[in-house]
């Protein structure tokens, strides 16, 4: 599996910005998408998480109410993120890994298998 993210820039608090992830050449029928980001000189976190069917959504508590993770379609994940800090600035990665049903979540890196280039998202205060 492939993941290209895109979408990130610089941008000024308040602002807001949309990061995109396709995934090319996956084969299984379930999978999850997670968002995650590395700021300098801190560890890798999660952000957002959804499910194969997007029913299922996990958010860190740090963007919650700001940002929403979608699917557009089965191979293109979206992660809007409104009313930017400067606290998130950081390179943002898309990952993908399988699940056992269209419903399944994964909050740890860990769960992921694939993991695409990161885009840089910085934010100005």
């Known amino acids: 599996v492939q993941l290209q993210a895109s979408g990130g820039g610089l941008v000024q608090a308040g602002d807001s910005l949309r990061l995109s992830c396709e995934a090319s050449?996956?084969?299984?029928?379930?999978?999850?998408t997670g968002w995650f980001r590395q700021a300098p000189g801190k560890e890798r976190e999660i952000v957002a998480a959804?499910?194969?069917?997007?029913?299922?959504t996990y958010y860190a508590d740090s963007v919650k109410g700001r940002f929403t993770i979608s699917r557009e379609k089965a191979r293109k994940t979206l992660l809007q993120l409104n009313r930017l800090k400067s606290e998130d600035t950081a390179v943002y990665y898309c990952?993908?890994?399988?699940?056992?049903?269209?419903?399944?979540?994964?909050?740890?890196?860990?769960?992921?298998?694939?993991w695409g280039r990161g885009t840089q998202v910085t934010v100005s205060s």
């Open positions: 959804v499910s194969a069917n997007g029913d299922n």
């Open positions: 050449g996956r084969t299984f029928d379930y999978y999850m």
């Open positions: 990952a993908e890994g399988t699940s056992r049903t269209r419903y399944g979540l994964g909050m740890d890196s860990r769960d992921y298998t694939y």
